[in-house]
Antibody, heavy 119, light 105 residues
Framework: EVQVVESGGGLVQPGGSLRLSCAVS????????MRWARQAPGKGLEWVAN????????QYADSVRGRFTISRDNAKNSLFLQMNNLRAEDTAVYSC????????????WGLGTMVTVSS | DIQMTQSPSTLSASIGDRVTITCRAS??????LAWYQQKPGKAPKLLVY???LLETGVPSRFSGSGSGTEFTLTISSLQPDDFGTYYC???????FGQGTKVEIK
């Protein structure tokens, strides 16, 4: 059974840091690009970051570039998002998703973990 | 950047109705367009990819079409389980539309 489970969310003050994790099972994690996306309360979906299968290439949305870092550990089937200098507008549910090879679709998603940035 | 604009933002329809959601791109795009359904508290579910290809397990009442700058998701006969918010997505910076909330009358 395919499982994608995010963790690490919580309440953090503006300017603070948080590290999110995504544990994957049920598919060959090292064979896929992986993504982070987020959804602010009552808002739509927003792509945040991507990482290539081997971790050699990363891409970021303009809204997080320079503050967030995506990484992965293929030996542990895990995806990470290091978030620094957090702002109130970063408050959202953060989900990891798999990009299916060949068509770019996000075919597997986790339920997400909530990040709240507030003083 | 390419912007994706969905319409309508909300629609209310009866069981059995034909429902169409439109997604317009700010410039002509390739066929790298997908549609997702999301229900409250749940992860998004992939419905259609590459404009018109139905994801495995998705009911055949769902279909996608379009080209250039205008794309549509059609539900041929709305069912009770089809409530939720629908998003289009293009693979230029993985941009999502703002969503269309479908309510059952």
């Amino acid at each position: 059974e395919v499982q994608v489970v995010e963790s690490g969310g919580g309440l953090v003050q503006p300017g603070g840091s948080l590290r999110l994790s995504c544990a994957v099972s049920g598919f060959s994690f090292s064979n896929y690009w992986m993504r982070w996306a987020r959804q602010a309360p009552g808002k739509g979906l927003e792509w945040v970051a991507n990482i290539k299968e081997d971790g050699s290439t990363t891409q970021y949305a303009d809204s997080v570039r320079g503050r967030f870092t995506i990484s992965r550990d293929n030996a542990k089937n895990s995806l990470f998002l290091q978030m620094n200098n957090l702002r109130a507008e970063d408050t959202a549910v953060y989900s990891c998703a798999r990009e299916r090879t060949g068509d770019g679709a996000f075919d597997i998603w986790g339920l997400g973990t909530m990040v709240t940035v507030s003083s | 950047d390419i912007q994706m604009t969905q319409s309508p933002s909300t629609l209310s329809a009866s069981i059995g109705d034909r429902v169409t959601i439109t997604c317009r791109a700010s410039q002509s795009i390739s066929n790298w367009l997908a549609w997702y359904q999301q229900k409250p508290g749940k992860a998004p579910k992939l419905l259609v990819y590459k404009v018109s290809l139905l994801e495995t397990g998705v009911p055949s009442r769902f279909s996608g079409s379009g080209s250039g700058t205008e794309f549509t998701l059609t539900i041929s006969s709305l069912q009770p389980d089809d409530f939720g918010t629908y998003y289009c997505q293009h693979f230029h910076y993985w941009t999502f539309g703002q969503g269309t909330k479908v309510e059952i009358k």
